[in-house]
């Protein structure tokens, strides 16, 4: 008979199982593997890193001659959601995938910020992007109704400043239509001098 205490032993811990697959790899080491440099990876970054793309997406894109910043440049807004649409609506076999609304105003948000930028003479700053990327697809829609308009809206007559409260939309309108050579709208200058004229400036 044994004078000690018995003590239990713990029953050994079960090992833990290995993953049959690695766990998904971040976009950088997706970029390492795909070989991007440059503009190349810097697009990835964002479509694949921020904005969450699959590797697919990206890679269609790829395919379809979109592989860098610079290609965004000036590329319509309309066109981004026609070709995104058709792509989506290819069977798999035929190089389709799908792209969902949100990801088509997407890059409808980038390109219009890359081209708007470029217009401006302003560096490409992917960081003010990001952080203000829900703005820049409202900018965009804003701005491809404005560009869809056909012709320029018909010039407002003479008026007197007395008559500027009845007279004041459809000169907004007039100069909504008008763009400058940077292509910005007009109406945007109009308010820069209402405000310093508020200002007294």
Not at 78 to 106: A, F, Q, W
Not at 120 to 126: A, H, I, V, Y
Request: with cysteine.
């Amino acid at each position: 008979m044994s004078t000690g205490s018995e003590t239990e032993e713990a029953p050994p811990s079960p090992q833990l199982a290995t993953p049959i697959q690695p766990l998904l790899q971040t976009w950088e080491a997706e970029a390492d593997a795909l070989n991007l440099h440059g503009d190349h990876r810097l697009l990835f970054s964002i479509l694949r890193g921020f904005h969450e793309f699959s590797l697919a997406q990206c890679q269609t894109l790829r395919d379809e001659g979109y592989s860098t910043l610079a290609h965004l440049y000036n590329w319509r807004h309309d066109s981004i959601r026609k070709l995104l649409e058709k792509i989506s609506n290819r069977p798999v076999t035929r190089g389709g995938r799908h792209y969902g609304d949100r990801k088509i105003k997407e890059v409808q948000a980038l390109a219009w910020f890359l081209t708007d930028r470029r217009r401006r003479g302003l560096s490409q700053d992917l960081d003010l992007y990001c952080q203000n990327a829900d703005n820049y697809v409202a900018l965009a829609e804003m701005d491809s109704l404005v560009s869809s308009k056909e012709s320029i809206i018909t010039k407002p007559a003479k008026f007197k400043y007395s008559e500027w409260n009845q007279r004041e939309e459809s000169l907004y309108l007039y100069l909504i239509s008008i763009r400058s050579s940077c292509g910005a709208p007009l109406v945007g200058i109009m308010k820069i001098l209402m405000l310093g004229y508020q200002l007294g400036m």
